[in-house]
């Protein structure tokens, strides 16, 4: 077999498929008529329980991150590997494509190491960068790259390490990075919270308490090539005194950083994981704490019926607010369920402008005994792009009733055509038709696969970047054990279009 891809046509530009994530696949022959014939071609193993790589899809490559291994190429057609760049460390991001000089290249980040540049028909290292305008930067929202730079999100470990007591909660921000293409080398740092974090008293006489911090940056931004801007939601604050730039929507130039405009949601929301513990009394909780109802999923930069260009955001708290791309103004927002700290919108919306169509997954799963006030509503829901009214929604029951398996859409989900493909926490996959809200195909994850590469391969819940479309593949990582207690799984499934019968 072939060593070396050939990636002259990628099928999308990273998470988000296009710049503005809409998470729309225009290349794609899979609809509600053709969605039956849908086979599993392949399946790959990886090596994590917790795969959370979004593949990228040339004419003859699948490239995906495989935890603990690498980056992997493997062979569209048999599933066999072209090229391994090996990587010890957890790969958090989507494949992103990207040129210098006429070589293509493809970037991903390491959850804690930062951002890579590999050679994409060879896997031949390029380069490394890491943000160190933060001691303790998490990588987890996938970079976006345009011509000459590469953004990268920014959160912090911090919301994690707070669960230790004697940890002196908290110092750091998110922010957004932006990186030269060729080198890797700093363009400029945002800082989403501008104030130096400072001594706020202390815990148990001995262990300080500092703030504010926290506004992490979890997902990719959408870019508008009109304004040259960036935009990005925020997370809560990790501590007291909390920010106006948590919970939030902004508007950035990309050539400078600069802020354009910032729209708060939720304000005073301070969580931290030491919030979940709910034996201790924990005194990296911040008091009083919020609902943990961040911004999580990435922005969407979408197109009206009239023209006009707005931004979509989903937040965990179940609601989904359209704003002015210019001003930031509220032009309507949707609540769907009751939400809570993994959601409500918890990864990702998608959105068809052609039907004039927005597609809202809700979790509403209760964890640690955080739910949020209210009657869950787990399910996927369409709006209308302009008015944000309801057009139809889709749910059912759970097949079971554990913590590891519930029914509700933490994943993120994707469009094509007249269909939007969703992949449920009870372990099925499903395509939703548009224009009725009909279920027209699904598939059950919740057993043992052959692989390809003789790993010993079994599904478990969707969740996390959700399904990626291209040609008449279908492909999804089955398994996701990270958030939740859910059911682990280790399985890269590539389903195919069977010819039609005539």
């Not at 046509?9 to 022959?29: F, K």
């Not at 958090?92 to 991903?108: K, N, W």
């Not at 990588?139 to 669960?163: C, K, Q, R």
């Not at 302009?386 to 079971?400: D, E, H, I, N």
């Amino acid at each position: 077999m072939d060593t070396v891809a050939r990636p002259t046509s990628a099928y999308g530009v990273g998470w988000g498929i296009d710049l503005h994530n809409t998470r729309y696949q225009p290349e794609s022959t899979i609809d509600a008529d053709s969605a039956a014939r849908l086979a599993l071609k392949w399946t790959y193993g990886l090596a994590s329980t917790a795969p959370r790589s979004y593949p990228l899809i040339t004419e003859d490559t699948i490239f995906v991150g495989d935890g603990g291994r690498g980056l992997v190429a493997l062979d569209r057609e048999t599933g066999c590997e072209r090229w391994l760049f090996e990587h010890p460390g957890q790969i958090s991001s989507a494949i992103v494509p990207g040129r210098i000089d006429g070589r293509a290249i493809l970037i991903f980040n390491d959850r804690t190491k930062g951002v890579y540049a590999v050679d994409a028909a060879s896997g031949e290292f390029v380069w490394h960068a890491a943000v160190e305008d933060e001691p303790l930067p998490w990588y987890s929202g996938t970079p976006l790259v345009t011509e000459d730079a590469v953004f990268v999100p920014v959160s912090s470990l911090e919301v994690a390490i707070a669960m230790n007591p004697l940890y002196g909660c908290c110092t750091t921000s998110g922010g957004m990075a932006a990186l030269d293409i060729r080198t890797g080398n700093k363009l400029w740092y945002l800082p989403t919270i501008e104030k130096a974090a400072e001594n706020t008293g202390s815990h148990w006489l001995f262990v300080s308490k500092y703030g504010p911090s926290g506004a992490a940056v979890w997902g990719a931004p959408s870019y508008d090539a009109d304004l040259d801007w960036l935009f990005f939601g925020t997370g809560q604050n990790y501590s007291h005194p909390t920010t106006d730039t948590s919970d939030a929507i902004f508007a950035v130039e990309a050539a400078t950083g600069k802020i354009v405009w910032i729209r708060q949601y939720t304000k005073n929301d301070a969580y931290t994981a030491a919030c979940n513990i709910e034996a201790l009394n924990h005194p990296n909780c911040p008091d009083p704490h919020g609902p943990d109802v961040d911004f999580g999923a990435p922005t969407m930069l979408v197109q009206t019926e009239s023209g006009r260009k707005i931004i979509i955001a989903g937040q965990k708290s179940a609601d989904v607010h359209a704003l002015d791309r210019r001003t930031g103004e509220r032009i309507w927002t949707e609540k769907l369920g009751r939400g809570g700290i993994i959601g409500g919108v918890h990864w990702g919306l998608a959105a068809n402008e052609n039907l004039g169509m927005v597609f809202v997954p809700i979790s509403d799963k209760k964890v640690m005994g955080f739910p949020a006030p209210g009657e869950a509503a787990p399910g996927l829901y369409a709006l209308d792009i302009t008015t944000g009214s309801r057009l139809w929604s889709y749910s059912r029951a759970s097949r079971c009733d554990s913590q590891e398996c519930v029914f509700g859409y933490s994943a993120a989900v994707t469009a094509t055509n007249d269909v939007v493909v969703a992949g449920s926490m009870d372990g099925y996959l499903e395509i939703i038709s548009a224009t009725t809200g009909e279920r027209v195909w699904s598939h059950d994850a919740f057993r043992e696969y052959p692989s390809v590469n003789g790993v010993a391969s079994h599904g478990g819940a969707f969740d996390a970047h959700g399904p990626m479309i291209a040609d008449d593949l279908l492909i999804v990582s089955a398994g996701y054990a990270y958030v939740g207690e859910q059911r682990a799984g280790n399985a890269l499934l590539v389903f195919q279009l069977e010819p039609e019968h005539e």
